[in-house]
């Protein structure tokens, strides 16, 4: 395998980063790419920050096995926490989800008021506040755990005519809205299945998905390290640590397509 078509590695805490995996493969549909879902943790963002970076080592040491050429980190709690601890740990060029959303939020901002839509551990870190005054010193940035949202998603309630997913939604949003904010970052892997419903209960606001924009960094970052592969097609392997067969099951909701390939359960 020649340098260009090394694998692009993604690992999540369970299936919710197929959005950004997904996004990858639309964005850059010439890349080999492997997927690790860690569905015998999840979710993360009820952990500790120990337990959480733990987990990322043994995640990010089971794609390392393989030939790669970038990693991404496509779980927001996992980039909020571990990711300095990945940097200093592991010779890859890493990227993560928080950084690209919060220089887009910082930049899209018409009043600098933001909101953030997130899990208990990534509104714990505060990553998302450092990140968007790094590009907007002037943004006030107002941050909420949203507990409710995964396990309602995982479930596969998240469509905008679901009276229990907007009855949910308006509870978080309003608590947001009292701030007078004009952007929403969805700052978790899951939150993007919701943009529709989320989108009807505030039409005015600005949405910014984490996964778009994290696929958009890293398709620059390669292009300017002249690092994309140009060959026909690509290859897609997917991996978990728990029940592979609902993973498979759920994955067309979360990538937008059917899996191209088997989804294989290891130890790790």
């Known amino acids: 395998m020649t340098d260009k078509n090394r694998y692009i590695g993604i690992f999540d805490s369970g299936i919710?980063?197929?959005?950004?995996?997904?996004?990858?493969?639309?964005?850059?549909?010439?890349?080999?790419?492997?997927?690790?879902?860690?569905?015998?943790?999840l979710p993360y963002g009820?952990?500790?920050?120990?337990?959480?970076r733990s987990y990322c080592r043994k995640?990010?040491?089971?794609?390392?096995?393989?030939?790669?050429?970038?990693?991404?980190?496509?779980?927001?709690?996992?980039d909020s926490v571990a990711r300095e601890t990945l940097e200093q740990e592991f010779d890859l060029p890493i990227y993560g989800v928080i950084e690209p959303a919060s220089r887009k939020a910082a930049r899209s901002t018409l009043?600098?008021?933001?909101?953030?839509?997130a899990t208990s551990a990534t509104?714990?870190?505060?990553?998302?506040?450092?990140?968007i005054r790094k590009y907007n010193p002037d943004a006030e940035v107002f941050s909420l755990a949203c507990p409710l949202l995964v396990p309602l998603v995982e479930n596969g309630r998240y469509k905008k005519d679901d009276i229990v997913v907007t009855t949910i939604?308006?509870?978080?949003?309003?608590?947001?809205?009292?701030?007078?904010?004009?952007?929403?970052?969805?700052?978790?892997?899951?939150?993007?299945?919701?943009?529709?419903?989320i989108r009807s209960i505030v039409p005015y606001?600005?949405?910014?998905?984490?996964?778009?924009?994290?696929?958009?960094?890293?398709?620059?970052?390669?292009?300017?390290?002249?690092?994309?592969?140009?060959?026909?097609?690509?290859?897609?392997?997917?991996?978990?640590?728990d029940d592979a067969e609902h993973f498979h099951e759920n994955a067309l909701v979360f990538i937008g397509e059917d899996l191209i390939g088997d989804v294989e359960q290891v130890n790790i």
Not at 220 to 227: C, G, I, R, T, V
């Open 205 to 241: 606001i600005t949405i910014i998905s984490s996964s778009d924009a994290a696929a958009q960094t890293l398709k620059k970052a390669l292009k300017e390290k002249n690092d994309l592969s140009h060959e026909n097609g690509g290859i897609h392997k997917y991996f978990v640590s």
């Open 16 to 41: 919710g980063g197929l959005t950004v995996a997904g996004s990858i493969m639309r964005a850059l549909p010439h890349e080999n790419v492997i997927y690790f879902g860690d569905t015998a943790h």
């Open 123 to 131: 509104v714990r870190s505060g990553a998302y506040e450092k990140m």
């Open 169 to 197: 939604l308006r509870e978080y949003i309003e608590q947001l809205t009292v701030h007078d904010i004009d952007t929403i970052v969805l700052g978790c892997t899951h939150y993007p299945l919701l943009y529709d419903a």
């Open 46 to 52: 009820t952990k500790s920050e120990k337990q959480i």
């Open 111 to 117: 009043n600098n008021r933001i909101g953030i839509m």
């Open 59 to 78: 995640d990010v040491s089971f794609l390392n096995r393989y030939d790669l050429k970038a990693l991404v980190i496509a779980c927001n709690t996992a």
